[in-house]
Structure formats: C-alpha cells, structure tokens
C-alpha cells in the first residue's frame, strides 16, 4: 500500500511549532511535499533542519498575503498546489479577551484577526488555486472544541469561542457551494492538546484535575499534537474524497462528557 499523502503538494499554516510540527512530521512519512508557514523563526529554523525537502516560511498567518505567497511556492516547486492543513491561532487573553463584561474592543478584534481571520485569508487563497487548477483539492481547518461545547468555568475567553465557531461556519458554507469543483473543506475540533498556546492550562492543577474527568479517555489525559496526526492525514487524502463540509471532534470524550462527574 503506497503512502496516503504519496506526492501531495501540501500547505501548512502554522507548521513549525506544536499540532502543526506534529502534522508536518506525519504528513513527511506520509509522502507529501510540503510548505510551512510559521511565526516563530527559531521554531521555523528547527523545522527545517529536521525535515527534509520542505520549504519553511516566517510569516505571519494574518497577513492576507502570506498564504498566497506559499501557494504560491507549493505550485512552483511542486507544479499544483493538493492540500491546505491551517493551524494557525492562538489565545487572545494577552490583547483582552475573556468573558463578555470584561472584553475588550481590542481583545475581540486581535483574537478574530488571529483565529478566524487568517483562516479566510488562507481558505481564500487555496480556493482560488484550486479553482485555477481544475482539480479540486482539500482543505482541513483546525478548530476547537470550545466553539460548541462550552467550558466557563476554566476556558471563559468568549472571542476564541466565536473564533472557532467561525471557523466551522466558514469551511460548511465554504464546502457546500465548492463541493461541485471537487474541492473539499472539513474540520479538526481539538479538546485541550499540549502546545506552546496551552501551556497556562496544562499547567494548573485544577483545570488538570477537571480534564481527568472531562477528557477521560486513555487515562484522562491532555491531548498531544500526535493525537491529531492520523485524522489530518485521513481528511487530506484520497481515502476521504467522499467527505467534505464535516466536523471532527478530537478531544478524549470532552464534547460528550460532563467533567467532574466520575463515570459508572
């Protein structure tokens, strides 16, 4: 059986560090020939060193331009672009984000610019090339599981929440009216994954404590950016050519669990 992603020309937005680093590695073995973009040029330095053939980018996913220029490389050095995985995001809480009374003009714009935003600017390029190309394509978008299964007690930041609901509403209405062009567009909803973004979380006893219960499967555990590897795989390759406009949740059960509450 040849590899999932044998040949693919792939775009990462947010490739260099945490769920995106771990995806670049997974998609490496799985046979494609990738882009990354990210932010942090040290984590971008490291990425390239460690993976062979692979074109990093520093740039920042905000920037409407940025993923039109490694679209732009992916068709260069590749002759077509196969794939958009966007990771990029991050926690808004340093510009002011929080629940409604306490957030700010400022943490509301900074927080969309940076989660949902960059998913546009992104999305839109890679439509674009797609539709450029004629042979439809796929796109994975990476969201959260705060968009429709609400934690106020540890995780009140109510302009990621919408952020990432954004993102699910974005990428079904992108794949209803895309999915004639055979261009597909689907979503990872992650639960709490330890990343660079989630260290303040994984952190503290007590949400440690509350993930035991309302992550509970293997162990009760926060997830690891591997966790989410196979799924991106899955929904970039050809084996998912008949799915487009879905969600996935991978998040150890949070979405469908009470926390706290031990289990029977």
């Known amino acids: ?68 220029k490694a679209i732009a490389a992916a068709v260069k050095q590749h002759g077509r672009l196969d794939g958009l995985y966007h990771v990029a995001g991050g926690s808004g809480r340093k510009f002011g984000d929080g629940p409604l009374h306490e957030l700010s003009d400022e943490g509301w714009r900074r927080t969309l610019e940076l989660n949902l935003s960059s998913v546009f600017h992104s999305n839109r390029a890679a439509v674009r090339q797609f539709l450029a190309q004629g042979r439809g394509g796929a796109i994975v978008n990476l969201a959260s599981v705060l968009a429709f299964s609400p934690s106020p007690a540890h995780f009140a930041t109510h302009a990621y929440a919408a952020a990432k609901s954004g993102i699910i509403g974005l990428s079904k209405s992108t794949a209803a009216h895309y999915a004639p062009h055979n261009i597909r567009v689907n979503v990872i909803a992650s639960g709490l994954v330890d990343t660079p973004m989630a260290q303040r979380a994984a952190k503290d006893p007590a949400i440690q404590r509350f993930i035991q219960t309302k992550q509970p499967l293997d162990g009760g555990r926060i997830g690891t950016p591997s966790d989410l590897d196979a799924a991106a795989v899955f929904l970039l390759s050809d084996a998912a050519r008949f799915c487009t406009g879905q969600v996935l949740a991978i998040d150890g059960g949070w979405s469908v669990t009470e926390g706290q509450v031990a289990a029977e």
Not at 15 to 34: D, K, L, P, V
């Open 1 to 68: 059986m040849q590899p999932a992603l044998l040949d693919k020309s792939i775009v990462i937005i947010g490739g260099t560090s945490g769920i995106g680093r771990s995806a670049a590695r997974a998609f490496h073995q799985a046979g494609a020939r990738m882009i990354l973009v990210g932010l942090d040029k040290s984590g971008c330095d490291e990425t390239a060193t460690e993976l062979s053939n692979v074109i990093v980018q520093d740039a920042d996913a905000c920037d409407p331009d940025t993923a039109v």
